[in-house]
């Protein structure tokens, strides 16, 4: 099983990205998906995830500018990013679970992909 992250890049403060995360092995059509970010210097930290029901968790400091989504397959999870902010520059991670949760705990997510780079200069 293999999640594979894309879509990343450099882009100015005010831009859209977005993020894509794609499943092979395996669908999860019936698990919870999410985005993670780790910043320079920090640690991992929780954006948002999605439900097999497509009911969404978001982070704070998302504040509306980040879309999660899934296609209804199980195998495809998207982050659009707008407004993108510097504070947002992280490596980004896509995870599945293997059971309905969508919080925000990474422990409870049993498949991670590799990790996709945002940088966002002001």
């Known amino acids: 099983v293999q999640l594979q992250a894309s879509g990343g890049g450099l882009v100015r403060a005010g831009d859209s990205l977005r993020l894509i995360c794609a499943a092979s092995?395996?669908?999860?059509?019936?698990?919870?998906m999410a985005w993670f970010r780790q910043a320079p210097g920090k640690g991992r930290e929780f954006v948002a995830a999605i439900s097999l029901a497509n009911s969404t968790n978001y982070e704070d400091f998302v504040q509306g500018r980040f879309t999660i989504s899934r296609d209804s397959a199980g195998k495809t999870v998207y982050l659009q990013m707008n407004l993108l902010k510097p504070d947002d520059t992280a490596v980004y991670y896509c995870a599945a679970a293997d059971n309905y949760y969508y919080g925000g705990l990474e422990r409870k997510y049993a498949y991670w992909g590799q990790g996709t780079q945002v940088t966002v200069s002001s």
């Open positions: 092995g395996r669908s999860f059509s019936r698990e919870g």
